[in-house]
């Protein structure tokens, strides 16, 4: 099985920086994506961003120029630099991992953390 666990979220006032974090581990072979989902209270999951094996990267228009996700391949990491957080960032934020789990295996994967709440204060 694989497990993704997010960490870094908490509380913070407007115009303030957070950094999550989200480790997989488990049965993994190769991480083909990595991204960041978020949930407000009464709202559907969003994309925040996302990066592939390669770096390429993929933000949502709310976020551009705010956020920055970056990924370390090698620990299995990715992570989500937010500044200047505005009180609309508050949400559950999830991270998403699509893997291959096994080399002779051509199927692909898809994994969800259990989130962790960030909230900013206005």
């Known amino acids: 099985q694989v497990q993704l666990v997010e960490s870094g979220g908490g509380l913070v006032q407007a115009g303030g920086s957070l950094r999550l974090s989200c480790a997989a581990s488990g049965s993994i072979f190769s991480i083909n994506a990595m991204g960041w989902y978020r949930q407000a209270p009464g709202k559907q999951r969003e994309l925040v961003a996302t990066i592939t094996s390669g770096g390429s990267t993929n933000y949502a228009d709310s976020v551009k120029g705010r956020f920055t996700i970056s990924s370390d391949n090698a620990k299995k990491m990715v992570y989500l630099q937010m500044n200047s957080l505005k009180p609309e960032d508050t949400a559950v934020y999830f991270c998403?991992?699509?893997?291959?789990?096994?080399?002779?295996?051509?199927?692909?994967?898809?994994?969800w953390g259990q989130g962790t709440q960030v909230t900013v204060s206005s």
């Open positions: 998403n991992a699509d893997v291959t789990r096994f080399r002779t295996d051509i199927n692909r994967y898809n994994y």
